[in-house]
C-alpha cells in the first residue's frame, strides 16, 4: 500500500458542505447568511472550508485566521490578513475607490499602506467598523463574496466586537456570506467566545453548525484513502477506537510508526490544556489516566487515595476546563487520545504502581463495577502492570464474563492475550484447567462467532499441525469441522472436503454429538443439484442422531436445514411449520445461533418465493434478536441482507438503502458487505447513477476475488455486471459476459445456471440483452462474443440467444416469483402482448413496482409493434387508450422509485408514438424531470429546512436526503440549495401556503 500523510478522500461531510453551500445559495438569492462552524480541534473544520472554498464557484472568497495569542491577542487579525490579500490582488488604489467617501484612514488601523488612523475612542472605533462593512457591500456588489474568519476562539476583543457588528449589520440584498470557525472544546465555561456565540444564534439569518466526528465507517474511508487500500479489521478497530473518529487523529495515527505510543505530532496540541491546570489536578489526571478512558468515581476515589473534599478540589478544573467530562456516575477524558498522552507520560515505574494499585483495589472489592467490566478491566490492569500469571487468570476470568455478555470481540480479545501469554506462565493449563489445545478450539470458534474468518482460519491450521490424525481423529475431525464452516462463510476453497474428511474420520456408532454436528454442517454447505440427495440424508441422519442422544442445538440446525432444503426445491408453498418447531427447540437450548440461522433461513425461503412482505417482517426480527444476542455484525449482517432484498423488491428503496448504510456501519465480515453492495448498487443502477454503480462493483469484486463463492453470490454479481456494461455501451463486454456465464471452460453448461432461485434473473437480464438491447445497437451477425460456442467458435448473438432458451427450457419454476420471471422469459422469446400482460400481472400480485413497470413498458411497445402491424400512429383509438393507460401507470411507478433510465425509456416511446400521457404523473416539464421523491425534497427545500429537517419529515436518513439535494441541484442545473428553490418559486411549483 502507498501511504499519504491525509486523506485525498474528503470524507462524511456530504451534509455539511451542503448546508454552506445553502447559505452561499441564499446570500446569491438576496438573504443575510452567517453560518457558525464549530468542532473540536482536529475534527475537519479547516478542510471543509477549504472544501467549500474550491467549490464556491464565481465567488470570492476571503480568509482571515486569528491567532494563537489568547483572548487578549493582536487586535483584528483576521480583518488585517483579508485586507492585505485584498491591497494584493487588487491595489491599494482599487482598494481606496471602493470606501465609502474615499477616506482610508480608518484602514490604517488595520494597515499602514492606508496612513495614519484617525484618533482614538469610540468615534474612530465606529468609522472603522463602518469602512470595513463599506469595502465588503462594496466587494458584493461587484461579486458574491464569502467572508471566512477561521479560530475564533483566540479572537480579542476587538475583533469578536467587529464580528458581531457585521454579523448583525450585513445587507441582505448583497451576496455576502460570513462563516466563522472556532474550537468548541476550548469553550471552557467563561471563555468570551461563549456569549457572543449564544448572542449571534439567536439572530434570525444565523446558522450554527457543529462538526461531528466521523464514524467508524467513514474512518474506514479514510484510512483507505490515506493507505491506498482497505486496511485490517484490527487495524480499523485500533484507530478508531484510539481517534474516535477524530479525522486529524485518524491521519495522525496511521502516519505514525507504529500503535504503542501517541504521536509526537499530536502530543503538544493533546497535552495543552492539561499542563495548564494545577498541579495537583495533573497528578490525579496521571492516576486516572492508568483506569481508561472512563473512570467510576468511587473506584478513582479508592485508588486516589483521597477524601471527598480533596478529590472535588482536584477533579474540579479539569473538568472546568473541558479535559474531563462528567459521565454519570463517573469521568471520562474529553477524548481517548488525552489519556493516552497523559498515561504515556508516566514513568515505567509509576505506570506499573498504578495499574497494580487499579487491580487490587478491584480484586478487594469487585462491586466498585458490574461483573463484566469489572473482570475486563481487572485482567486489563494484571497484563498493564507486567505480571504475567494473575494477567493470565484474570484474561481466561474475563473471556468467560464476556461470553456470558455475549460480547464477542471482547471474549477474543481476552482469549487471544491468554495464547499471548499461555508460554510465559510454565503452569498456565493448571492455573485455567484446561490445556493448550483447548484454549485454541474455544479461540477458533469465538473468532467464527466474532466475524474473524479469516483468523478462525489460520487458528484451525495451527491447531490441526498439533494433533495427529491418526492417533486422535475425533479432536481432527473437530478442528476441520471448525476450518470447514469458517471457510464456507469467508467463500474459500475447500470447505466441502474438509467436512468430509471429518466425517470419515468419526465412526457411526456409537451415536455422537460431534459426527451429528459435522453431518448437519456438510449438509447446509451442500447445494448443487448433483448432490441434493446426498445433502438431504445427511440432515436426516443428523438430525436422528441429535434426537436419540439429546443434543438440542444440533437437533434445531438440521431441522432447519432440512425445511430449507425441502422448501428451497418445492414447486409451490411447502409447510414450513419446520422453522418454528426449530425455534423452539433452540429456544429451550439457549442456542441462539440456530435462533438466528431460523431467521435467516425462513426469510430466505420467503423471499424466493416472492412473500416479500413476510420474509421482510422475519428478517426484521431476527435483526433485533441479533442485536439482543450480540451478533449484530454477523448473524445480524447477514439478515440485513435478507431484509434488503426484499425491500428492493417492493420498490421500497430509500429504506434498503438505510438498512445497508446502517449494516455496513457495522463492518461486516467481506462476503456480507459484498452482497449488501450488491442491492445498493441493484437500486442506484435502477435510478441512472453509473458512476456509484460502478464504483460499487469495483469494491464488491474486489471482494469476492478473494474467495470461492455460490450461485446466490455469484449469478447476482453477474448479472449485475451485465446490466452495468450495457448502461455503459459496453455491448462486447456484455455479451462476453452472457456467453462465458453459459459455458464453462470445458464447453459444458455452466452447472450454476441450474439454480432457479438465482439463475431466472439472469436468463431474464440476459435474454433482454440479446434481444432488446443489443440488437437496437447493432446487427446481430456483427457481433460475436469471447466466449466459445458449442463448435468451438466464437458464439453469435443468435447463437447466446438458442442456448439461452435452452437453459431455460430445462430450468424448474419455483414458487410465484420465478413464475413471474419464466413468464418474462417468455415475453422477450415471443415479444407477445399476452404473454406480457400475463407477465405483468404476475408481477403486479407479487407487489414488485419495477418490474412490472418494466412489464408494462415491454407491452405497451408489443401493442404498438404486433408482427406485421401498422405504425404507431396508425393504429386504432383502443389500442392506443390500452397503450397510454400502460404507459401512465408504468410512469408514475417509475416516477415514485426514481428509474430515471426506465422514464426517459417511457417518455421515448410515448413521443414515438404521439401519445400524450395526461394526469399527475405526465408532464416532466411539470416535475422538470425530478422524481416523485426528489419533488417532495424540493418542496421541503423551498421551505428553508436543512436535510436533517427533511430526513425527519420524510422519514429517510440525513444521507439519502443529502443524495436527493445533488440529484436535484444537477437536473436543475443550480449551484445552490437557493438557485434550486429560487427556480421551483419562479416556475410556481409549490402553491403558496
Not at 484490527?234 to 504521536?263: I, K, M, Q, T
Not at 454519570?328 to 515505567?348: K, M, N, Q, T, W
Request: aromatic fraction near 4%; charged fraction near 25%.
Amino acid at each position: 500500500m502507498s501511504t499519504n500523510t491525509v486523506s485525498p478522500l474528503f470524507v462524511g461531510r456530504a451534509d455539511e458542505l451542503a448546508l454552506l453551500e445553502g447559505a452561499l445559495g441564499r446570500a446569491r438569492d438576496g438573504a443575510a447568511s452567517t453560518v457558525l462552524v464549530g468542532g473540536e480541534a482536529g475534527v475537519g473544520k479547516t478542510r471543509l472550508i477549504r472544501e467549500f472554498a474550491e467549490r464556491a464557484e464565481g465567488a470570492r472568497v476571503l480568509v482571515g485566521g486569528c491567532l494563537e495569542l489568547g483572548t487578549d491577542g493582536l487586535p483584528f487579525a483576521p480583518f488585517t490578513a483579508v485586507l492585505r490579500r485584498l491591497v494584493r490582488d487588487l491595489g491599494r488604489d482599487a482598494i481606496v475607490e471602493l470606501l465609502p467617501g474615499g477616506s482610508t484612514r480608518g484602514l490604517g488601523r488595520l494597515l499602514p499602506e492606508f496612513g495614519e488612523p484617525e484618533g482614538d475612542g469610540p468615534e474612530a472605533r465606529a468609522r472603522l467598523f463602518e469602512q470595513v462593512l463599506g469595502l465588503l457591500e462594496r466587494l458584493a456588489e461587484q461579486r458574491e463574496t464569502v467572508l471566512i474568519v477561521e479560530d475564533a476562539h483566540w479572537a480579542d476583543r476587538s475583533t469578536r466586537d467587529l464580528l458581531s457588528f457585521l454579523v448583525r449589520y450585513q445587507r441582505s440584498d448583497l451576496p455576502l456570506l460570513i462563516v466563522v470557525t472556532y474550537r468548541a472544546d476550548e469553550l471552557h465555561r467563561t471563555h468570551p467566545l461563549r456569549p457572543l456565540l449564544a448572542e449571534l444564534g439567536r439572530v434570525d439569518w444565523v446558522t450554527r453548525l457543529e462538526l461531528r466526528r466521523l464514524s467508524r465507517r467513514e474512518v474506514v474511508e479514510q484510512a483507505t484513502s490515506i493507505l491506498g487500500g482497505l486496511p485490517g479489521r484490527f487495524d480499523v478497530d485500533d484507530v478508531y477506537s484510539r481517534s474516535e473518529g477524530n479525522p486529524l487523529f485518524v491521519e495522525a495515527l496511521l502516519s505514525g510508526d507504529g500503535h504503542d505510543a501517541v504521536p509526537e505530532s499530536l502530543r503538544d496540541l493533546l497535552l495543552a490544556s492539561v499542563e495548564r491546570l494545577p498541579e495537583e489536578t495533573q497528578e490525579l489526571l496521571r492516576v486516572a489516566s492508568a483506569g481508561g478512558a472512563r473512570i467510576e468515581h468511587a473506584l478513582l476515589t479508592a485508588v486516589a487515595g483521597l477524601d471527598e473534599g480533596s478529590l472535588s478540589r482536584a477533579l474540579r478544573p479539569a473538568v472546568a476546563g473541558n479535559v474531563l467530562v462528567v459521565d454519570g456516575e463517573g469521568y471520562s477524558f474529553r477524548h481517548a487520545l488525552i489519556r493516552e498522552a497523559v498515561h504515556d507520560d508516566l514513568l515505567p515505574g509509576e505506570r506499573t504502581r498504578l495499574h497494580t494499585r487499579f487491580a487490587r483495589t478491584l480484586e478487594d472489592n469487585p462491586l466498585l463495577l458490574p461483573a463484566t467490566r469489572a473482570a475486563i478491566e481487572l485482567a486489563h490492569h494484571w497484563h498493564a502492570a507486567h505480571d504475567v500469571r494473575p494477567a493470565l487468570v484474570s484474561a481466561w476470568r474475563a473471556a468467560a464474563a464476556a461470553r456470558r455478555a455475549t460480547a464477542f470481540d471482547e471474549q477474543l480479545r481476552m482469549l487471544s492475550r491468554v495464547l499471548e501469554l499461555w508460554d510465559q506462565v510454565p503452569d498456565a493449563a493448571e492455573l485455567v484447567e484446561t490445556d493448550h489445545l483447548e484454549v485454541l478450539d474455544t479461540v477458533i470458534l469465538v473468532a467464527h462467532l466474532a466475524g474473524e474468518f479469516e483468523r478462525a482460519i489460520s487458528l484451525s491450521r495451527a491447531a490441526l499441525r498439533l494433533v495427529d490424525a491418526e492417533r486422535d481423529p475425533i479432536t481432527t475431525a473437530g478442528l476441520l469441522r471448525r476450518r470447514g464452516l469458517a471457510a464456507y462463510d469467508l467463500g474459500r476453497a475447500g470447505y466441502v472436503d474438509d467436512l468430509r474428511t471429518a466425517a470419515r474420520l468419526v465412526p457411526a456408532s456409537p451415536p455422537s454429538a460431534l459426527r451429528a454436528k459435522i453431518l448437519e454442517a456438510l449438509a447446509r454447505m451442500l447445494n448443487t443439484p448433483d448432490v441434493w440427495a446426498e445433502k438431504e440424508a445427511h440432515a436426516e441422519e443428523a438430525l436422528r442422531i441429535a434426537r436419540q442422544i439429546g443434543d438440542a442445538k444440533t437437533e434445531a440446525q438440521s431441522l432447519i436445514t432440512l425445511t430449507w432444503s425441502r422448501g428451497h426445491r418445492a414447486v409451490g408453498d411447502q409447510d414450513l411449520s419446520g422453522y418454528a418447531e426449530a425455534r423452539t427447540i433452540a429456544g429451550g437450548a439457549r442456542a441462539y445461533t440456530a435462533l438466528m440461522r431460523a431467521a435467516i433461513s425462513e426469510s430466505d425461503t420467503l423471499e424466493g418465493w416472492g412473500r416479500h412482505e413476510a420474509a421482510t417482517e422475519v428478517a426484521r426480527r431476527g435483526i433485533a434478536e441479533a442485536e439482543e444476542y450480540g451478533v449484530s455484525r454477523t448473524s445480524g449482517a447477514f439478515l440485513a441482507i435478507n431484509l434488503a432484498e426484499p425491500l428492493v423488491s417492493l420498490g421500497r428503496w430509500d429504506e434498503a438503502l438505510e438498512v445497508i448504510e446502517h449494516a455496513l456501519d457495522l463492518a461486516p465480515p467481506p462476503p456480507y458487505r459484498a452482497s449488501l453492495m450488491g442491492f445498493s448498487l441493484d437500486i442506484l443502477l435502477a435510478c441512472g447513477d453509473l458512476e456509484g454503480a460502478e464504483a460499487l462493483f469495483h469494491e464488491s469484486r474486489g471482494i469476492l476475488a478473494q474467495g470461492t463463492y455460490r450461485d446466490q453470490t455469484l449469478l447476482p454479481n453477474l448479472r449485475r455486471e451485465l446490466e452495468l456494461r450495457l448502461a455503459q455501451g459496453d455491448d462486447a463486454r456484455a455479451l462476453e459476459l452472457i456467453a462465458a456465464a453459459l459455458r464453462e471452460r470445458n464447453g459444458h453448461v455452466n452447472p450454476r445456471l441450474a439454480s432457479p432461485r438465482y439463475g431466472w434473473p439472469f436468463l431474464v437480464s440476459a435474454l433482454h440483452a440479446t434481444t432488446v438491447t443489443l440488437p437496437t445497437r447493432t446487427s446481430p451477425s456483427s457481433v460475436t462474443a469471447g466466449a466459445p460456442g458449442p463448435a468451438g467458435e466464437p458464439a453469435t448473438l443468435e447463437e447466446v440467444v438458442r442456448e439461452l432458451r435452452d437453459v431455460a427450457a430445462k430450468l424448474e419454476i419455483r414458487g410465484d416469483l420465478q413464475r413471474a420471471q419464466s413468464l418474462t422469459f417468455a415475453a422477450l422469446t415471443a415479444h407477445d402482448l399476452a404473454t406480457w400482460d400475463t407477465a405483468t400481472q404476475a408481477w403486479e400480485e407479487l407487489g414488485q413496482p419495477y418490474a412490472r413497470a418494466q412489464a408494462l413498458l415491454a407491452a405497451a411497445e408489443a401493442a404498438l409493434a404486433p408482427p406485421g402491424g401498422r405504425e404507431p400512429e396508425g393504429q386504432p383509438s383502443a389500442v392506443r387508450e390500452s397503450v397510454a393507460q400502460r404507459l401512465s401507470t408504468a410512469r408514475a411507478l417509475a416516477e415514485r422509485l426514481g428509474a430515471v433510465p426506465l422514464l426517459t425509456e417511457i417518455d421515448a416511446l410515448a413521443r414515438r408514438a404521439r401519445i400524450s400521457l395526461t394526469g399527475e404523473a405526465l408532464a416532466e416539464e411539470t416535475r422538470l424531470g425530478l422524481t416523485a421523491r426528489e419533488f417532495e425534497v424540493l418542496k421541503l427545500v423551498t421551505r428553508g429546512m436543512s436535510n436533517r429537517e427533511i430526513a425527519g419529515e420524510l422519514f429517510i436518513s440525513v444521507k439519502t436526503v443529502s443524495v436527493h439535494v445533488s440529484n436535484i441541484l444537477g437536473k436543475l442545473g443550480a449551484s445552490s440549495r437557493g438557485e434550486a428553490a429560487a427556480t421551483a418559486h419562479r416556475l410556481h411549483l409549490f402553491a403558496t401556503p
